[in-house]
């Protein structure tokens, strides 16, 4: 019996497909979808079950199966025994935290030491470095007390005591699920992160080849999240602390996603992102350049193209915010702004159209805004919409985001005949006024506005609905820029090629270092497919 994996690709998913919605799980959707002839496995990461419902997606017939690993259940925990520990693994846990503390972090020495410790870590992890040595051992208690007083400038040695356990132990966990997975050909994160370490993890394990498609870039939203947690303590007084200052804890949450992220770009090729600014950020956070590549999002245009006719001849005075109802995406500027928008343009409305379960207390306080605004049916939460139905009754998309990426629901607008307002994130300028002279030229398909101010994004909102000539002009823009630069064949072909390339690598082929993403960045013509498809023998072997 053959030990060949039958898993084409493994897809690592932290947070995501198929429990959250979203614009990440409806792209992990759409490329499931796009290659029906690859068996895929789902692998998702969640905090802990009890925060999980049932699945928001219907998996295609060719994902083969699903894992479940929650880095925060107690149910992964060892009891509590006393352990002695082993002296020699104490100095590999010291060298370890030194790498995880960003210490050696150059390009090509601190890639080349990094990989060292983590397969030393890693085969030290089967055998005596066990969880149970981590959380119970007198020498991990001795080295946790001996940092503390070196390093900690906090007060409280409890709080300290259970963050570096919370932090650390999804490293023992991860390494042990690595062992349990099913062996597949090709490991895919869409994240760097405890998907993104688990990846790593994965790839030196089995020497098979991994992908890291970053859609955000995953250390600087979580510094996003980090800063506004409320569960993470700060025992600073209130007259010590300076404007900006994260607070110790949030520091040492922070560094440990920036070398999670390094130990994820160091063992993946290619590293792709959505947009230029992204793949810059990527370098400048350790991904070797050579690595990394540019695939922007892709819809299929053809659906939302037909609701075009189904558009009335004035634009509908509808400004409508489509997405999660979360802190990220800002709602409470979105109501805001329909509050000055309102005022100026007597009979427009504010909808939002987006699930609200992920953040109950947020979207509570969302609808407690609107209610002290006075909006009543001005404003509407409309919940879960289908796109095709809603966006033809909708004259502006609007994202109020204070982090986003390549957001595929300004394209699934540009394709349905309507233009955006959004907030100067991610892409969002790139996809209003263009990238590059050529794209620029087909004009703006919008307007773009500073993060969290309400004033002008009701404004920018009011201009584009009173003025029916720039109004016509942002469609057209809109229509002609997804067309051109954002269609979901042209997606699907670099992954194709992506993919190719990474099932000849598991099968044998031997391809220098960043070629596909050469390939790509480069604008060369991408290798024409395989005559039997990806699921042929080029990745069986």
């Known amino acids: 019996m053959s030990d060949t994996p039958e898993i084409d690709v493994m897809l690592l998913l932290e947070g995501t497909y198929p429990y959250v919605s979203g614009g990440v799980s409806s792209w992990v959707h759409q490329i499931i979808g796009g290659f029906p002839e690859l068996k895929f496995h789902c692998c998702f990461l969640g905090s802990r079950e009890q925060d999980y419902g049932e699945p928001r997606y219907k998996m295609p017939s060719n994902v083969v199966g699903l894992t479940h690993h929650y880095l925060f259940s107690d149910s992964v925990l060892p009891p509590p025994r006393a352990q002695r520990g082993d002296p020699q693994t104490s100095v590999l846990v010291r060298e370890l935290h030194e790498r995880l503390r960003g210490q050696g972090s150059d390009v090509d020495g601190g890639r080349a030491a990094r990989a060292q410790v983590l397969d030393r870590t890693l085969r030290e992890m089967d055998h005596k470095l066990t969880l149970d040595d981590f959380l119970h051992s007198k020498e991990s208690w001795r080295y946790l007390t001996e940092q503390y007083l070196e390093r900690c400038t906090d007060p409280s040695f409890v709080d300290y005591f259970w963050t570096v356990r919370t932090m650390h132990t999804p490293i023992w966990t991860l390494a042990a699920l690595a062992r349990e997975l099913p062996p597949a050909k090709v490991y895919h994160t869409i994240s760097t992160g405890y998907a993104g370490y688990l990846g790593a993890v994965l790839a030196h394990r089995t020497g098979r080849p991994l992908v890291l498609s970053e859609h955000g870039i995953y250390t600087k939203e979580r510094r996003i999240d980090l800063f506004s947690a409320q569960w993470i303590s700060d025992n600073q007084p209130i007259l010590e602390r300076n404007a900006g200052d994260a607070g110790y804890f949030r520091e040492l949450w922070i560094r440990l996603f920036e070398s999670l992220g390094r130990m994820c770009y160091d063992a993946a090729d290619p590293v792709v992102a959505l947009y230029e600014a992204n793949r810059l950020r990527e370098i400048a956070d350790g991904a070797d350049p050579v690595t990394t590549c540019l695939v922007p999002n892709g819809i ?59 953040n109950p207390d947020y979207a509570r306080e969302c609808h407690e805004l609107a209610a002290s605004l006075e909006l009543g049916d001005t404003l509407q939460f409309l919940g879960f919409q289908k796109l095709v139905e809603l966006l033809p009754k909708v004259g502006v998309v609007v994202l109020s985001s204070i982090s986003e990426a390549l957001p595929l629901v300004l394209l699934e607008g540009f394709a349905a005949g309507v233009p955006a307002v959004t907030t100067d994130v991610g892409s969002c300028r790139q996809l209003i006024e263009g990238l590059g002279d050529e794209d620029c030229a087909l004009g703006e398909a919008g307007a773009v506005v500073g993060i969290a101010d309400a004033q002008a994004l009701g404004e920018a909102c009011v201009a584009l609905l009173s003025d029916p000539e720039r109004y016509r002009r942002a469609q057209h823009a809109g229509i002609a820029r997804v067309e051109r630069y954002y269609t979901q064949p042209l997606m699907f072909g670099k992954y194709r090629a992506i993919y190719e390339d990474a099932l000849a690598r598991s099968a044998g082929a031997q391809r220098p270092r960043g070629y596909i993403a050469s390939v790509i960045r480069e604008g060369r013509p991408l290798p024409e497919p395989t005559p039997a498809g990806l699921a042929s023998d080029i990745g069986r072997g």
């Not at 004035?314 to 800002?330: A, E, F, N």
């Not at 702004?337 to 100026?344: E, G, N, P």
């Open 300 to 358: 299929n245009v053809p659906p939302f193209a037909a609701t075009r006719s189904q558009r009335p001849e004035q634009p509908p005075l509808v400004m409508c915010l489509i997405g999660r109802v979360v802190p990220i995406k800002d709602v409470k500027t979105f109501i805001r702004a329909v509050r000055v928008a309102s005022s100026r343009m007597p009979g427009l409305q504010g909808w939002i159209a987006g699930p609200e379960d992920e």
